[in-house]
């Protein structure tokens, strides 16, 4: 498959890279290297991409795009998240062809968790 043309790497903002390494590593074993003090990249999460120290937030509210997570065990992903700090936004509802729920990192960061189970 060519990859000439098609989504790569995605990077987003952090006010702590820290708090984005810790939680993102202990929910869902994503690997950190940092180029910095102001960048972390982050593997082993299904796309490539980065936190960059920035006060800004990612949230559909104010029109971003919205990173949804797969899981085979949405509540026990759900309680994964909260332990490590993150806060549901939307509960668990349901939509054509599974149910999902919306949350923020610690740093404030809005994504989606979703299963078709």
């Given at each position: 498959?060519?990859?000439?043309?098609?989504?790569n790497?995605?990077?987003?903002?952090?006010?702590?890279?820290?708090?984005?390494?810790?939680?993102?590593?202990?929910?869902?074993?994503?690997?950190?290297?940092d180029?910095?003090?102001?960048?972390?990249?982050?593997s082993?999460?299904?796309?490539?991409?980065?936190?960059?120290?920035?006060?800004?937030?990612?949230?559909?509210?104010?029109?971003?795009?919205?990173?949804?997570?797969?899981?085979?065990?949405?509540?026990?992903?759900?309680?994964?998240?909260?332990?490590?700090?993150?806060?549901?936004l939307?509960?668990?509802?349901?939509?054509?062809g599974?149910?999902?729920?919306?949350?923020?990192?610690?740093?404030?960061?809005?994504?989606?968790?979703?299963?078709?189970k």
């Amino acid at each position: 498959m060519s990859h000439h043309e098609k989504i790569n790497y995605v990077e987003f903002p952090a006010r702590s890279i820290k708090i984005a390494k810790t939680f993102f590593s202990s929910v869902f074993g994503w690997e950190f290297i940092d180029y910095g003090p102001e960048y972390s990249a982050f593997s082993n999460s299904g796309l490539n991409g980065g936190f960059y120290l920035s006060d800004l937030t990612l949230s559909t509210q104010s029109g971003s795009a919205l990173i949804v997570l797969y899981s085979d065990q949405l509540e026990a992903t759900q309680l994964k998240i909260e332990k490590a700090g993150g806060s549901v936004l939307k509960p668990v509802f349901s939509f054509p062809g599974g149910r999902r729920f919306h949350f923020s990192d610690p740093n404030g960061n809005e994504y989606a968790v979703w299963s078709d189970k």
